[in-house]
């Protein structure tokens, strides 16, 4: 039986959730888990899927598009503080993005893309840009899994749905005509 202090161990998840390590290198990272061993990650649930997404990070490609910002986990105390994703705007491509992720586009075409697949709803994604571009009117997409599809959200239906119909037509049109390398399915029967 090894002797293991649990409240250490809490202590270094809580901790781990607390501070952005977006800056320590993938290498290092995975020299503190071979240091601290298993005990410390179980006091993280978030410990490997952090270490991989740092990773995915690392390797970061101008295809991603242009970084505008990031989503801060705001509500739930063992995570408050941690990065739920990053928002990049008119991605070239997917590869370097979680499936099923949110997307959002504006009524220039503009699409602002999660990075990760977090818990955290469009309204995030435009509070995060909306100081920086006009968002207002735009259509709430989601990823469908590991596509270049992207799927009208279901949240977009009732509450979030542009009421100008020629308005919502722009916004669709302009998103296809930008990104040709994406298909947009606007379907709002669920």
């Known amino acids: 039986m090894r002797n293991i ?3 250490v161990v809490n202590d270094f998840g809580r901790e781990w959730s607390e501070f952005d390590q977006s800056t320590v290198a993938p290498a290092e990272l995975q020299k503190l888990f071979e240091t601290f061993g298993n005990e410390f990650a179980a006091g ?11 990773t995915m990070l690392q390797s970061k490609t101008p295809d991603n598009g242009l970084y505008v910002g990031k989503i801060i986990d705001e509500d739930y105390y063992d995570n408050k ?8 705007l008119n991605p070239k491509n997917l ?20 990075q990760f697949d977090s818990d955290f709803y469009h309204d995030r994604i435009k509070s995060v840009v909306g ?3 006009d968002v207002y009117y735009c259509i709430h997409w989601y990823r469908i899994k590991e596509t270049p599809d992207f799927k009208v959200a279901y949240s977009y239906k009732d ?8 308005l919502e037509t722009q916004c ?10 994406f298909n947009f399915i606007f379907d709002t029967n669920y």
Do not use: C, M, W
């Open 5 to 7: 202090d649990t409240e």
């Open 44 to 54: 993280s649930r978030n410990y490997q899927k952090e270490l991989q997404r740092r």
């Open 81 to 88: 503080g941690q990065v739920l994703s990053k928002i990049y």
């Open 95 to 114: 590869q370097n993005f979680e499936p099923n992720v949110r997307a959002i586009s504006d009524k220039d075409g503009n699409l602002f893309v999660a």
């Open 131 to 133: 100081n920086k571009y």
């Open 159 to 166: 509450y979030y749905r542009i009421k100008n119909p020629e």
């Open 172 to 181: 669709l049109n302009q998103v296809k005509t930008k990104h040709p390398e």
